[in-house]
Every structure is written in structure tokens, then in C-alpha cells.
């Protein structure tokens, strides 16, 4: 049983890393995405 239960908090804290690691990246990939459209906005002004 207690191995069961170890087993059950290892595979919990596996996945909080798991979601927190996928947020951080959301976010980078976010900020790129808006620097990228920033550019193109940028571009097309000078067109």
C-alpha cells in the first residue's frame, strides 16, 4: 500500500512539472508570435 501511494505522489508531482514547464513555453511562444507580428506590422507601415 505504501508503495502504491509513493507511486500516486511521484506521478503527481511528474505532472505539476509537466504543466508548468508546457505553460512557460506557451508563453515564449506567445511573446515570439508578437515580436513577429510587431515586425510585419512594421514592414507594412514602411511600404
Known amino acids: 500500500m ?4 509513493a507511486l ?3 506521478a503527481g508531482m511528474v505532472l505539476v512539472a509537466g504543466c508548468n514547464t508546457m505553460a512557460g513555453a506557451g ?3 506567445e511573446k515570439g508570435g508578437e515580436k513577429m507580428q510587431g515586425a ?3 514592414a507594412k507601415q514602411k511600404m
Open 8 to 10: 500516486c505522489a511521484l
Open 27 to 29: 508563453k515564449d511562444i
Open 40 to 42: 510585419a506590422e512594421s
Open 2 to 5: 505504501r508503495k502504491l501511494m
